[in-house]
């Protein structure tokens, strides 16, 4: 079991950058997978990066080339880097990894990009 605490959403504006962090109760070295999911208002909950043990990347391709998913196995943390963030990044941000079949999410951070 591992709670999952995310931080640093906020208000930015069109085209600046927020870092979100994501800190884990206890140690993510045997959780293979960490990502970050996001849901808009209306919207269904969506992958928006993932990160393996062995530092596979996965993005989704609306946020290829601004977001980069990194993760610290000694300090318990993952990270999202928001570049050139759009309107349409509009969200609550939620860190996620699963083990033995059971799904952990943070309680969420909310990013809101104002135009």
């Known amino acids: 079991q591992v709670q999952l605490v995310e931080s640093g959403g906020g208000l930015v504006q069109t085209g600046g950058s927020l870092r979100l962090s994501c800190a884990a109760s206890r140690s993510i070295f045997n959780f293979n997978v960490m990502g970050w999911y996001r849901q808009a208002p209306g919207k269904q909950r969506e992958l928006v990066a993932s990160?393996?043990?062995?530092?596979?990347?996965n993005y989704a391709d609306s946020v290829k080339g601004r977001f980069t998913i990194s993760r610290d196995n000694v300090k318990n943390m993952v990270y999202m880097q928001m570049n050139s963030l759009k309107p349409e990044d509009t969200a609550v941000y939620y860190c996620?990894?699963?083990?033995?079949?059971?799904?952990?999410w943070g309680q969420g951070t909310q990013v809101t990009v104002s135009s």
């Open positions: 996620n990894t699963a083990s033995t079949g059971r799904d952990y």
């Open positions: 990160i393996t043990s062995a530092g596979r990347i």
